[in-house]
């Protein structure tokens, strides 16, 4: 749903009367449900052929409520399923044709589960090289690259885990600011010791003869892992002295 942008009461917006809408409306009407959400990323969001707004003769971008709904669905795809932009940008399309279309999920593999289930349609929790590379909207070099790199790996049968899409759909966009697979490598190394440090603060309760302690184990994991994140993020943000929305 549309969130109504902040401002003063008694002071219409366009978002308020369903006209167009300037970039920073937009960016304040989705803000309150994606706080990450940037101008930046929505420009991607339009380069990347995910929306369409209307240029004025002077080229300034003006969206209509349903481009913003659009985004809206775009960004909660990608928080909620993990799909990479061509899947989304496909599924949308067809839903605008009037096609049936089942969201292709592709979801991250919790605890003790096949996969996150949604109701739009079936989860992958697997996905084969192909589908990785069509997902991604790359091709075998760029793969072969990610792979020597360490960025992705398959599994022992040949498929990939479903992260593997979210990766490489990260590993992409960087590509489009210059940041080579190369430079990727600290950023790989420095998530493998911080994965290496929450597995030995866990590893006791992993052992556990008691199932309920192994099970606290992994729910321990998850919370560990979201705070090393959060605490990742923080000191990039402060090493290069901006702060993320």
Same mark, same amino acid.
């Given at each position: 749903?549309?969130?109504?942008?902040?401002?003063?009461? #008694?002071?219409?917006?366009?978002?308020? $009367?369903? #006209?167009?809408?300037?970039?920073?409306?937009?960016?304040?009407?989705?803000r309150d449900e994606f706080p990450e959400v940037t101008i930046s990323k929505i420009r991607f969001l339009e380069s990347e052929g995910l929306i369409e707004p209307q240029r004025t003769p002077s080229g300034y971008r003006k969206f209509s409520v349903q481009d913003v709904e659009r985004l809206g669905h775009v960004l909660r795809m990608q928080r909620d399923h993990y799909l990479p932009l061509k899947v989304i940008r496909e599924h949308l399309d067809a839903v605008e044709r009037g096609e049936a279309a089942p969201l292709p999920t592709v979801g991250r593999q919790r605890d003790g589960e096949a996969g996150v289930e949604a109701s739009e349609g079936p989860t992958v929790a697997r996905i084969g090289r192909s589908e990785l590379l069509a997902a991604a909207g790359i091709g075998e070099p760029e793969l072969a690259e990610w792979e020597s790199y360490g960025l992705v790996a398959p599994l022992e049968d040949g498929v990939y885990d479903a992260e593997a899409a979210t990766v490489?759909?990260?590993?992409?966009?960087? /590509?489009?600011? /210059?940041?080579?697979?190369?430079?990727?490598?600290?950023?790989?190394?420095?998530? $493998?010791?911080?994965? #290496?440090?929450? $597995?030995?603060?866990?590893?006791?309760?992993?052992?556990?003869?008691?199932?309920?302690?192994?099970?606290?184990?992994?729910?321990?994991?998850?919370?560990?892992? /979201?705070?090393?994140?959060?605490?990742?993020?923080?000191?990039?943000?402060?090493?290069?002295?901006?702060?993320?929305?």
């Open positions: 749903m549309l969130q109504t942008p902040r401002g003063g009461a #008694g002071h219409g917006t366009a978002a308020e $009367d369903g #006209g167009p809408m300037s970039i920073g409306t937009v960016l304040n009407a989705l490489a759909a990260l590993v992409a966009e960087l /590509g489009r600011f /210059g940041i080579e697979p190369r430079h990727l490598r600290v950023m790989k190394a420095a998530a $493998d010791r911080e994965a #290496g440090l929450v $597995d030995q603060v866990v590893a006791p309760l992993k052992r556990h003869r008691n199932p309920q302690t192994r099970a606290h184990a992994k729910a321990r994991t998850k919370e560990i892992a /979201g705070l090393t994140v959060r605490l990742h993020a923080a000191l990039v943000q402060t090493a290069l002295g901006v702060r993320l929305p």
